[in-house]
């Protein structure tokens, strides 16, 4: 049996407006899904959702990758179990840390000798079947770890602070709130458009500052973020609250991450702040974790159980 993990993500800056080729920074986070491979009769695929072969309604992202590797390993059977650390549908990059280790574990259990840079832009692909207009920053960042501005693609040192991540707890489709932000830069486009590049603007100033590891600007420059995110509308009050309890209780900066609607926010904070903000983040209604970035992205775990 093989088993290899990927990691969750953050954004720093820039979700939503990536989607239109401004900039982003994002981070690895060390909250793993872990996928188990082994070779088998028949494919079974079992997770928390069930127990399923193929199946594009339950297990669309590990059907998918296993389709995308057919062409390249002679799969007939193998069993794959998914653990994972990473809520679902929350904005933390679950989808693609479990395609990212899915496809990297087939990769060594067929030999197959794939890049990091293959794996990335395989799991994108998947990620674009099941979503449709999804940006290659998941899967990238899941794929390579550390802290990468997108779509340069260029590694910036990690940040060192502490990242408390706040849970509402309720579900938010990508494909629906990129849809929504969509509909609302058809209508005003002299008025989104410019807040999108903003995002992109902050996105670009932050690089210098992560280099300085100057927070106390980054998170200045966050928290302008997250207004802004409020203004294309992908905030709700449930998000809105959780941010604002990270604030009033020490946090450098908090903001949204991923698409918004429900699913999570993040603070910044220092590490005796960390679970002050945690527990406010609990008193105010989220599930809180405390975690910090990571520079690794997708590895083996174990081969043959070792
Ligand atoms: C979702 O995690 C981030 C979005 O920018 C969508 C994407 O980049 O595909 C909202």
């Known amino acids: 049996m093989i088993t290899c993990s990927a990691p969750g993500k953050v954004y720093l800056f820039g979700e939503h407006a990536v989607v239109y080729g ?22 079974i695929i079992e997770s928390t959702l069930g127990t399923t072969g193929i199946d594009h309604a339950i297990h669309p992202y590990v059907s998918y990758a296993i389709e995308k590797m057919q ?75 550390g802290v990468v501005m997108i779509p340069q693609r260029k590694r910036l040192p990690l940040i060192e602070c502490p990242i408390v991540i706040g849970n509402t707890n309720r579900f938010s489709s990508t494909k629906e709130l990129v849809g929504n932000v969509a509909k609302l830069r058809n209508e005003f486009p002299d008025i989104i458009e410019p807040i999108l590049s903003d995002i992109g603007q902050m996105s670009l100033l932050a690089e210098e500052l992560v280099h300085e590891k100057d927070y106390g600007t980054i998170g200045r420059l966050m928290n302008v973020n997250q207004g802004l995110l409020d203004a294309i ?8 609250d959780l941010v604002y309890a990270a604030r009033n209780n020490g946090a450098i900066s908090s903001k949204i991450t991923g698409a918004g609607g429900g699913g999570c926010m993040i603070a910044l904070a220092e590490d005796d702040t960390a679970s002050s903000i945690a527990k406010a983040i609990e008193d105010a209604g989220g599930e809180a974790i405390i975690t910090r970035n990571t520079k690794e992205g997708v590895r083996l775990e174990t081969l043959n159980g070792q």
């Open 233 to 240: 509308g992908v905030g709700s009050a449930e998000l809105s």
């Open 71 to 145: 062409p390249l390993a002679d799969i007939k059977g193998i069993r794959i179990v998914i653990e994972s650390e990473l809520p679902v549908g929350s904005g933390l990059g679950s989808s693609a840390a479990v395609t990212v280790a899915t496809i990297k574990a087939l990769d060594l259990l067929f030999e197959c000798k794939l890049s990091l840079e293959d794996i990335a832009e395989m799991a994108h692909e998947v990620e674009r079947m099941v979503q449709g207009n999804a940006s290659p920053t998941d899967t990238y960042v899941s794929t390579m770890g």
């Open 22 to 43: 401004e900039s982003a920074i994002c981070c690895a986070v060390e909250l793993r899904t872990k996928v188990h491979v082994e070779k088998s009769d028949d494919i």
